[in-house]
């Protein structure tokens, strides 16, 4: 084992990630500010390279010292001049960050100044990002790997596939550049690979095709002292060759059994050990559905999109661990805070799902850009929680906040169903949906999908629940009313299934005495006293696990990131919220996006995970009683909740309702 050696630090410089685009967003921001907080509290110096001004890491106060500049070597270097800082982290910042560390250890910039790097080292991100390497470094572990061939000219590439046939994955090596891997079913499209991507790199990797295995994640994290727990497993709802970005995910995965499960697990712990990571690292594998075989694909030893889905599914904070990692804690020191009690070295056991479904912003994209394939797409997710696969899938699908209803009664028609399934697109569940609606069999759509058909067999339960719905002659029944709302229908849902409008079904409802409960997010299931201030509204629960604050502010985030809405919402809200706890009120924060800090645990006295909808902020109104409601703060998504809200005899603090009725509508605005 390597053995992992540090000077105690006094001042540390962070890395950020720079400004937002698709595919890195919110999640660095999450991840520094954890572990700026955490360094702070061992009383060591920060420093803060990020020239994104919306990301609250960067906010008066957070660290010592912040720096609004490119994250390149030549402004860091002027900054190491003048701070003189003697460690760095670059796990929270992205390759943007990675890339500026290789640049300054290779100029002999961290040896003049004496620099240690904390976590990780600089040379495991070298090897998980040169393909060669890992591969080799995965073999030398015995972790089964994708057959693969390293070729420098076409000609070359041509010969291999000659040999292997199509289609195969196509590589280039990503330590000096950010290309995607890419999906070639012909020469034509190898040799457009080759003039459009090696220029930036003279190595390309042509590996087997794993298309149609189920995709897995584990979130793992290692400390120096050689011990690992897996934070979370997460399943791809789509199979290998769809990015996990664009995929629908389900934690903890569900259609694998205990022994594959636990295959998995040796193998991911085998990887971060040949790796040395020291810290947090994401795991992904290819697993055969037919078989026992499977391939890891890919480690990432920085925090990403996934590490941030990962924390918020299972409570661990994994940006204060892997700072208290990185200072040579073991895992058995790390007290786990949200849970109050417990320190990091167990592993997580759930009592819920948690779902996360992709935002898209398809009409701001040529329609053959629609295409789910290896490069994500996707502007952001929404993640669910429920204790069904149905309900959490569904309140996730409305999340995204492009007015979709769920699966039932969602406005989606296909000319081609067979299509639709074979070339998916941002409309592929619904797509399945439709087809089972049309009288598609399981198996019919497994062959077409490769969606396992567990998920499938649970969206035929949804559909049943319609078919019942439409079937009514008078008002639903209190049987069929709680079954629908077990399987994640929202009251417009049912309303559009039953020809009531949402309020009728909302009086019904409350009339059969069918109402949420408050659940806590508890990675624990049970062991011990659960203190967690995140919590989620179920209607498959008899009893609430909190007690109402009936005091306080609700803050209602601005969910998933899209084109137009992205971090300096979060801010907002962040900044609302500890304004509000500053001068001694209590903060209610609602929010579903996993990349935020405004659904953080520390950030309010509590936190829901939950849709940000009429329905749903008046079931938390009537769940907490706190004095009222700001909806500043979330963007154009709550301002349109004021006007409606206030209908309902709800105080909306700030701006009048009216007055932002009058800005959100054109038409009123222009009379003015």
Partial sequence: ??????????????????????????????????????????????????????????????????????????????????????????????????YCALELERTGILEKYNIQILGTPIETMKTTLCRETFIGTMQESRIPVPESVTVTTPEGALAVTAKTGYPVMVRTDATLNDNAPAVCRNDSELLSFFSDRTEMSDRVTIEEWLGGWKEIELEVLRDAMDNCIVVCSMENLDPVGIHTGDSPIVIPAQTLTDS????????????????????????????????????????????????????????YQLGHIAAYVALGFSLSEIEHLPAGCGHVCCEPVFDYLMVKVPRWDPWKFAPED????????????AMAVGKTFCEALQKALRMTGNDIPGLAGHPFTFKD???????????????????LADG????????????????LTTLKEILDIETNLRSLDGPVPADLMRKAKQAGYSDRQIGLCSSLREEQVRALRKELLVRPVVKQLDSRAGMGKNTSNVVYMTYNGATDDTAPLEKGILLPGSGPYHIGSSVEYDWCTVSAAKSLKKSGKIAILVNCNPESLSSDPETADRVYVEEISQERILDIMEAEKPEGIMLSYGGSLTSALALPLSRKGIAVFGTAAENVERVNDRNKFVTL
Wanted: with cysteine; glycine share 6%; charged share 20%.
């Fill in 1 to 98: 084992m390597n053995k992992y050696r540090i000077s105690t630090p006094m001042t540390v410089l962070f890395l950020g990630s720079g400004g937002q685009k698709i595919g890195q967003a919110g999640e660095f921001d999450y991840a520094g500010y954890q572990a700026i907080r955490a360094f702070s509290a061992r009383k060591i110096k920060t420093v803060l390279v990020n020239p994104n001004m919306t990301a609250v890491q960067t906010s008066e106060g957070i660290a010592d010292a912040t720096y609004f500049l490119p994250v390149t070597p030549e402004f860091v270097t002027g900054v190491i001049e003048k701070e003189k800082p003697d460690s760095l982290v670059i796990c929270l910042g992205g390759k943007t960050a990675y």
């Fill in 260 to 315: 594959e499960l636990q295959e998995l697990r040796r193998a991911a712990f085998a990887a971060v050990r040949a790796l040395n990571v020291i810290g947090e690292a994401n795991l992904r594998f290819a697993k055969d559905p037919d078989s026992a075989a499977f391939r890891i694909i890919e480690a990432n030893t920085s925090f990403s999109r996934s590490t941030a889905l990962a924390s918020r599914a299972s409570g």
């Fill in 370 to 381: 629609r295409q789910l394939g290896s490069v994500m797409k996707s502007v952001g997710q």
């Fill in 417 to 435: 169903i067979k299509e639709a399934l074979r070339n998916p697109d941002h409309l592929r569940l619904f797509a399945v949906y439709s087809a």
């Fill in 440 to 455: 598609w069999s399981v198996d019919r759509i497994y062959k077409y999908t490769k969606i396992d058909r567990l998920y």
